[in-house]
């Protein structure tokens, strides 16, 4: 039961911010987006949990450089930029797609440690030579700030809405 109860929180933390399902640039994350994910990298959606279930989850994917320069540039979009992401290749940028946490976990580290560990494993099969977010607000940045600062890689940041 309690699991339930967190799922269906972090749910509806991640329609409040990023309001996906009316904005269809976005990634939706559906069955067939997690097949996707998962077929660009094992370690694309990350998870944290405690006995009620997700405390955290962080969604990030390798992906080329060339389409990590056409999403800053607005020249593709978030979806495209997944859909044209190619599988079974060297990638040498990773993408911060969305980081959430429940409020009374927020301050702790836990998005930093996911996203790290994550990038580390992605870093182990692909020459990453840089991470990526698109703005949706301060915390993001700043996580992905101090994600680069232990990594040792530049941060390419698409505006957003804050």
Known sequence: MGEQRNYGRMMKLAEEFF???NDPSQ???DEETVRQLNAIHSRSLNEKQDEEGP???VLLFPTTE???KQFIDHQINETELLQLTPVNVKYDAVYLCSALVLPEFREKGIAKHLAIDAIRAIQ???PIKALFVWAFSSEGTKLATSIVEELGLPLYV???RY
């Open 124 to 126: 182990h099969d692909h």
């Open 19 to 21: 309001n996906m399902k």
């Open 27 to 29: 990634i939706n994350v």
């Open 158 to 160: 698409k505006p957003g």
């Open 55 to 57: 405390i955290a989850w």
């Open 66 to 68: 060339k389409l990590m």
